[in-house]
């Protein structure tokens, strides 16, 4: 459900849900969160930028 109200393709489901599950499991260490939150976000920011039009004034 996450992954259809993000925008996230049917082929990245599993790696994002992957990567979500591993994010929040008890015995994944603090520097591998934050290896995962930054792909997390970069992957993100890349559908978004891929994905989304910019009107001509913004930045």
């Known amino acids: 459900m996450i992954c259809m109200l993000l925008g996230i393709p ?4 599993d790696w994002f849900n992957d990567r979500t599950t591993a994010a929040f ?9 934050v290896g995962i939150f930054t792909e997390l976000a970069s992957y993100l ?3 978004n930028t891929t994905t989304t039009k910019r009107k001509p004034n913004m930045p």
């Open 10 to 13: 049917y082929a990245d489901h």
């Open 25 to 33: 499991r008890r015995e994944t260490s603090a520097a591998d969160r």
């Open 45 to 47: 920011d890349r559908r």
